[in-house]
């Protein structure tokens, strides 16, 4: 069944489609809008362009009613431009359903038109979760009527911290209401927000075209222990390097490379078990972020690391095991996207490499690596040659304050004038905020949040790295 006329919808909504000239569906929309459409909940995986826009977007319109001048379906987005697209997709759809009340509710837009447009109830809200979560407190927008609620790209809100007033946008509206949540990843916070909020979903997972299965290349360079270093940097020079998770047998060394990575000029960042939990929670917000290119860590300090996709892991030693060797070249190559594991091995160090190949049953792939002349090191230092694209700044606030990340978000696109596209994920701890920023952007951000307020306050707001 691939033909949109073998599902029970409005003739309306098949003239929409023969318009835009969509005659089959996509596998998305072909698994998930059987159930929708039978009005339960589902949670799918899908990613930008595999037509979910098109499916929560017929589903929501043929359970509207127009005739009943109430907020019917309400679609919440991580991002103003996403918003926006999505509100387009929904209105093209909607073209042949006269009446058809849809309004766009953003952050960082003035309030006020907002509220004027808002006199009487639209059919269809899409929108920014910290504004619309505003709009259901002041009571310029109800909730009580809502039959469908939409969470698009909910991996990505819960990135950029909207967790919370998710939750509270959940309990302002009709408890009676089918939840459909679309996700491009499925990490276990998203399994939580689904038990949390779906009832008995049906869960859709569309098989990756092959060529975007996870694959993960492996190599193996026999290095001995003096030119480790100049290896590492080398590898870690590619365009892989951008964001690399770096493993080391010791603490000790975990520091010592780090180090060493920093005075090349890399942003590199140290994590293991001997850090403070404050330290240890402020790394993996900078390399979760993008504000730090280059992670080198122990084994158990890696463990709670929670960051899908990285294009590169070195061993700058190899494991002392063999599962752990497993372990580690598991952190690349997850969700659709190829990842390279490289082994850094020196003589010394050929048995390990022996237990692996005797556990694997598969010759190791070594390769030889030609290491580029001496630079005269550090020769890049104070240059910064390998620099992570965003920059964390700290906000000596958190939720003791009541402070959330909306109003981090408000601040900056509002007051502050910065694109919501330069803002990466925005954490809030229980005294601090972190919000990544694009690097060129960020100096300008930091000034201009100590020279504005957030949330009607001035905190004291710094810059890390
Ligand atoms: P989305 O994944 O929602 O961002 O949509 C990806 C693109 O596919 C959009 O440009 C849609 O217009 C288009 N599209 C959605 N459904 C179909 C369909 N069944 N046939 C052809 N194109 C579609």
Not at 121 to 137: A, F, M, S, W, Y
Not at 413 to 421: I, P, Q, W
Request: with cysteine; proline share 6%; charged share 25%.
């Amino acid at each position: 069944m691939t033909d949109f006329h073998a599902l029970p919808l409005k003739p309306a909504l098949l003239a929409s489609l023969e318009t835009l000239g969509y005659t089959t569906m996509t596998p998305v929309q072909e698994q998930s809008l059987p159930p929708m459409l039978q009005g339960r909940d589902v949670i799918a995986q899908a990613q930008t362009g595999s037509g979910k826009t098109a499916a929560f977007g017929l589903s929501l319109l043929q359970s509207l009613d127009v005739d009943t001048i109430r907020l019917q379906a309400l679609v919440l987005c991580p991002t103003r431009e996403l918003a926006d697209q999505v509100s387009k997709a929904i209105r093209k759809l909607a073209a042949n359903i006269p009446n058809v009340k849809l309004l766009t509710l953003c952050g960082g837009m003035p309030l006020g038109p907002q509220l004027a447009s808002l006199t009487h109830d639209p059919h269809i809200v899409v929108g920014t979760p910290g504004r619309v979560q505003e709009h259901l407190k002041r009571e310029s927008l109800h909730g009580g009527g809502i039959k469908v609620l939409v969470l698009d790209e909910a991996d990505r809100m819960l990135d950029m911290g909207f967790s919370e007033a998710i939750d509270d946008i959940i309990g302002r509206i009709a408890k009676h209401h089918q939840t459909l949540l679309f996700s491009a990843t499925y990490p276990d916070e998203i399994r939580a927000v689904s038990q949390r909020v779906q009832k008995n979903p049906v869960q859709i997972t569309v098989e990756a075209p092959a060529e975007a299965k996870p694959a993960i290349e492996q190599q193996f360079i026999e290095v001995e222990p003096a030119q480790k270093p100049d290896a590492l940097a080398q590898l870690l020079g590619s365009e892989r390097g951008q964001h690399a998770l770096v493993f080391c047998n010791m603490r000790r060394e975990v520091d010592a490379v780090a180090q060493e990575l920093d005075h090349r000029g890399f942003s590199a960042l140290a994590l293991h078990g001997d850090m403070e939990q404050r330290d240890r929670d402020e790394v993996l917000v900078r390399f979760a972020n993008r504000s730090c290119a280059v992670l080198v860590a122990t084994d158990v300090a890696a463990r709670g690391l929670d960051i899908v996709a990285l294009p590169l892991v070195v061993s700058y030693d190899i494991a002392h095991d063999p599962e752990t060797h497993t372990h580690r070249i598991g952190r690349t190559g997850r969700a659709g996207q190829s990842g390279l594991a490289i082994t850094l091995c020196s003589s010394r160090e050929r048995p390990k490499a022996a237990n692996i190949e005797e556990l694997t049953g598969t010759p190791l792939p070594w390769r030889p690596l030609k290491l580029a002349p001496a630079r005269g090191l550090p020769a890049s230092r104070g240059k910064t040659l390998h620099l992570a694209p965003m920059k964390t700044l700290v906000i000596d606030a958190g939720r003791q304050d009541k402070l959330r990340p909306g109003d981090i978000l408000g601040a900056l696109t509002g007051e502050a004038g910065l694109d919501a596209n330069d803002i990466g994920k925005i954490d809030v701890f229980a005294t601090r905020a972190y919000v990544a920023i694009s690097r060129a952007l960020a100096n300008k951000a930091l000034e201009r949040l100590r020279a504005g307020k957030i949330k009607g306050r001035n905190f004291r707001v710094r810059s890390l790295g």
